[in-house]
Structure formats: structure tokens, C-alpha cells
């Protein structure tokens, strides 16, 4: 028999689960794959456990359970003055990967041109590939990892299918703007593309608030936008996420979902949509919540030789190692976990073309304060 020639030959296993993993073979403090080391609510665990009791164990409908639609709606209309139909333009995923990959299969075909701007997620890109279409690099400007618009206008014609924009910004955790979005849609007008807005750290921002290109009017006809209930909620095992787009292309995406996962775990989006209805303080809170993490730890890292300047949303904080070494940011990721107990995530995997003798790395605060003063017990002597 021959070899399976791959569909993905450039991918390999993910950075998250490659430093998680080398952060288990070594006993060091994982500060590299974003999840919390705290549980969920407790009160939302009892609603999961009630439902799992009342018997709410079999199929949810395709699009997901009623209920949270219409809760996420309410959502939408409280937070953003956004008007979503439950019905029609809100979609209910196990996760908001499988979301992004299926907004991405909806929409792009063969030879279509995807754009993403750099440092991108990493789920992208092998998404648009397996979709046959061709995914263009545009790099964020540094040190601020703002939009260069006319490097984008300049990739921008007639082929490009897709634009995926990311904010909050995993990994530097910076943000768009009102304006930003008033500049994209001005330079799209011409075309008829689509945008992917990948917002799952929507509550996590400390400067200012969220942007979301839902609350933008014309964006907001030719989008689908993703969140997520595990980045909200500290349950990121629990995968469910949901997509909101105008109805032709929520049809789409839809169409491409019943085949991927068909549908989400019941109990668990039930108790979201109570907790969602009930509770508004909790996803109202995480701001401050967040913020005190991540003052804590630039301030236990104040007297390292890392640099930090503070991200504005997300539970990422890049570090600048360059006061320590000019040794490439994989490298030193692997020495800082294997040397010092401390995994992180090097940035230049998430770029096409690495800036060259870029010295940044992604460190997780979404940990407990112990864990974070570890963490920075051991970073300090590096």
C-alpha cells in the first residue's frame, strides 16, 4: 500500500500541546497553553449537575438548545445593542475551533484568498488549506500589533474570499477600535468578501471595551463572529463556543456544522443559558478579575530581566526576554521549561515570517496567585 500523501504536510502537532507537554515531563509550571488552574462557578457546576439529573442527556437540536440562543441574544442586545435572531443568525458549537472552521469551509472555496495578519491563531490557516484556498500573511505592526491598512488595502482584490480578524488579540492582547473597524469596513466596501471576527475573549478587556464588529452596520452583513463559553466562564474543557451571522450565512455555516460535531453537549448548555440569564455579574466582573492577575504578575516580575508592558485584554502577557538572550524564542521557550520550570509559548510559530531577532514569549496568567508567584519566583532568576 502507499504512503497517505498529506492534506496538511506542513503541520505538526500544536505548540500548546508540545509545550504542555514538555512542561509535564519536566515538573514545570505550565504558563504556556491558556487555561485556568481554578474551577468554573460552583454554582454553574450544580446547574450541570441538575440537568445531568434531569435527565437532559440525549441529542441537543442541531443549532443548539433554544434557550441559550435566546440568552445569548439577550446578551447581545445588553452588552452591545445588538439584535440576533435565535432562530436564524446564532448557532451554538463544541467549541469555538470548530466554529472557526466552519465559518471558514461556509464560505471559502477552492483558490479564494484568506486573510489573516500575523501573529495568527494557529487553527487558521490549516482550516483554509483543507478548503483549498490560499491564506495571505499580513504582518500586525510592531510594537503595538495594530493593523497595517495599507499593507492589507495592497493584498486586498477580486479573489480574496475571507478576512479573519482577532480581538482581543491572542497572543499580544491588543485590540480593535471602534475606528479600526470603521477602517476595515471602508476597505472592504469595494470587495465582496466575508470576515471571520474571532471575539472569544470578549470579556477580558481592561482598556476601554470590547469592539465587536456585530455592532458595526455594515460589517456586520457580511461577518460571522465567535465566542466562547470556556474563556467566560474558566470551563475551557468543556468546549462550546457559538457562531452569530446574518441568516445566508448562518445557513451555510450550519450546513458544515451538522457534519462536523451535529451537536453540543446538552446538560452543559443548558446550564449555560441559566447561568448567562442569572448571573450577568460574573462575565461583567472579569475585567477586574483578570486585571488583579495580571498587575500581580508584572509587579512580581518588576525586578527580572524580562520586559513587560501590560496587554490590554486577553489572559496573555508578552514578555521581552531580550535582556537575557538573543537566542531564537523556540529555543529559549524550550530552556525556560527545561532549565527554570517555567513553559511558555514562543510567538514566531503564529507568524509566516518571523520578524528576525524578535525576543517574545506568551506567558498565561489565568492561573491562581500561588501559582503565579512560582511562576515568578523562578522567572526572576533567569
Not at 526576554?321 to 532549565?339: C, H, K
Request: proline share 7%; with cysteine; hydrophobic share 40%.
Amino acid at each position: 500500500m502507499s504512503l497517505l500523501e498529506s492534506k496538511l504536510p506542513n503541520v505538526g502537532t500544536t505548540i500548546f500541546t508540545v509545550m504542555s507537554q514538555l512542561a509535564e515531563q519536566h515538573n514545570a509550571i505550565n504558563l504556556s497553553q491558556g487555561f485556568p488552574d481554578f474551577q468554573p462557578p460552583a454554582e454553574l457546576i450544580e446547574r450541570v449537575t441538575r440537568h445531568l439529573e434531569a435527565g437532559r442527556n440525549q441529542y441537543a437540536p442541531m443549532a443548539g438548545v433554544r434557550e441559550l440562543r435566546e440568552a445569548i441574544a439577550g446578551k447581545l442586545r445588553a452588552l452591545y445593542g445588538v439584535h440576533a435572531d435565535p432562530e436564524t443568525e446564532i448557532t451554538v458549537t463544541p467549541g469555538a475551533t470548530e466554529a472557526l472552521f466552519a465559518a471558514i469551509h461556509a464560505v471559502v472555496r477552492a483558490g479564494d484568498e484568506v486573510v489573516v495578519f500575523d501573529p495568527a491563531y494557529d487553527s487558521y490557516e490549516p482550516a483554509v488549506t483543507l478548503a483549498g484556498g490560499r491564506t495571505l500573511h499580513v504582518p500586525l505592526e510592531r510594537p503595538s500589533f495594530s493593523i497595517d491598512w495599507q499593507r492589507l488595502k495592497s493584498v486586498l482584490s477580486d479573489r480574496t474570499r475571507l478576512v479573519i480578524v482577532n480581538s482581543p488579540h491572542n497572543p499580544s492582547g491588543a485590540l480593535l477600535t471602534d475606528d479600526d473597524l470603521a477602517e476595515l469596513a471602508a476597505l472592504l466596501r469595494p470587495y465582496g468578501c466575508y470576515v471571520l471576527s474571532d471575539e472569544v475573549y470578549e470579556h477580558i478587556v481592561f482598556d476601554g471595551r470590547h469592539a465587536t464588529v456585530l455592532a458595526h452596520p455594515e460589517l456586520k452583513e457580511r461577518s460571522i463572529a465567535v465566542f466562547s463559553f470556556g474563556k467566560t466562564y474558566h470551563a475551557t474543557g468543556w468546549k462550546v463556543g457559538y457562531a452569530v451571522a446574518p441568516r445566508f450565512l448562518t445557513e451555510e455555516l450550519r450546513k458544515v456544522h451538522q457534519y462536523l460535531a451535529f451537536s453540543t453537549v446538552t446538560p452543559l448548555q443548558y446550564a449555560l443559558a441559566d447561568f448567562v440569564r442569572e448571573r450577568p455579574e460574573h462575565y461583567l466582573s472579569l475585567p477586574d478579575f483578570y486585571r488583579a492577575k495580571r498587575d500581580l504578575f508584572i509587579e512580581l516580575l518588576a525586578g527580572s530581566r524580562f520586559e513587560l508592558a501590560p496587554a490590554r485584554g486577553t489572559y496573555f502577557q508578552l514578555a521581552d526576554y531580550g535582556r537575557i538572550s538573543s537566542e531564537p524564542d523556540t529555543e529559549f521557550a524550550r530552556r525556560l521549561t527545561v532549565e527554570h520550570g517555567v513553559a511558555v509559548i514562543p510567538i514566531s510559530v503564529f507568524c509566516a515570517e518571523p520578524p528576525p531577532g524578535a525576543t517574545l514569549v506568551r506567558f498565561c496568567f489565568a492561573k491562581q496567585e500561588q501559582t503565579l508567584r512560582e511562576a515568578a519566583a523562578r522567572l526572576a532568576g533567569v
